[in-house]
């Protein structure tokens, strides 16, 4: 049985916990993040927002307001007009929508072409069956987008923290060459080297708990040094993402980068 925090801080359980070896056996103890509640949740605020009942969700919270992700925003119009056309957006962990019905205001499809969500295979069944458009497509894994439509910019927001390997992953997505890369809501560690931790989500959101890394930044940049510029990094939109604690110390940081492939973009 994993010891997530100690008594000191059961005052305040939710938030992320420990220091890990171990993605298989802390994902064996918690019901992560595949849970079917978390998926209904999400799909149900994205149909309010779909239906114009809700103008913005987050993390299947609905909001009265749109939180406007400026940084986000900036580098896909960068994206656009150095390319003089609109983008092709791959957006990994995109869950059902979030992030393109966020933006999709300010950067239509004079800016964004197409959107094309990546996910696990129940987030894109419900995707096509609830949201699929023109516009916004869903699939299982890169390569089966790339089969359909050819991709200018890659976003991960908040997603290559939660995959079990990630620097296998993140030395793949350098290799397929992409002209811009834009990690948003990423989070890092201070120190010198990544950490694994418990996530403990605050029941308001919805009951979950899922592994969640915190990446040394400079080892996690390393992946790109061959083809890639880091144009400029940027604060998280979301009030209170800059400074993350661990076991309640504030050694955790989330930001967003914007990579450009200047053997495409000199």
């Known amino acids: 049985m994993f010891k997530i925090f100690s008594s000191k801080s059961r005052k305040d359980p939710y938030g992320w916990f420990g220091n890990y070896s171990n993605w298989d056996d802390l994902v064996a103890s918690v019901n992560g993040y595949s849970s079917v509640n ?28 749109i939180v406007h992700p400026f940084p986000l925003l900036t580098c896909l119009f960068s994206s656009a007009a150095l390319l003089k056309r609109p983008l092709h957006v791959l957006d990994f962990g995109g869950s059902l929508g979030s992030t393109y019905f966020q933006t999709k205001h300010l950067a239509g499809t004079d800016i964004c072409a197409s959107w094309n ?47 079990p390997e990630p620097h296998p992953f993140l030395q793949q997505l350098a290799s397929y060459n992409f ?13 010198k080297r990544d950490r694994l931790t418990l996530q403990i989500v605050p029941p308001t959101i ?13 080892t996690f940049l390393n992946h790109f ?21 661990i076991d309640h110390k504030p050694i955790g940081y989330n930001k967003g980068l914007y990579l450009v492939n200047t053997s495409k973009h000199a």
């Open 179 to 191: 002209d811009f890369l834009v990690f948003d809501r990423t989070a890092f560690v201070q120190g």
């Open 117 to 163: 969500i990546v996910e696990q295979e129940h987030y894109v069944a419900a995707g096509k069956e609830h949201f699929e458009d023109e516009h916004l497509k869903f699939f299982s894994s890169i390569e089966a987008c790339l089969q359909v439509q050819k991709i200018d910019l890659v976003l991960l927001s908040s997603s290559v923290q939660y995959l």
């Open 206 to 218: 919805y009951k979950a708990a899922y592994p969640s890394w915190f990446f040394h930044e400079e």
């Open 38 to 65: 978390i998926l209904d949740r999400t799909k149900e605020a994205l149909l309010q927002v779909k239906k114009g009942n809700a103008v913005y969700e987050r993390d299947s919270v609905l909001f009265d307001k």
């Open 225 to 245: 040094t061959s083809n890639y510029t880091t144009i400029c990094d940027f604060n998280s939109y979301v009030e209170g993402e800059s400074t993350m604690n």
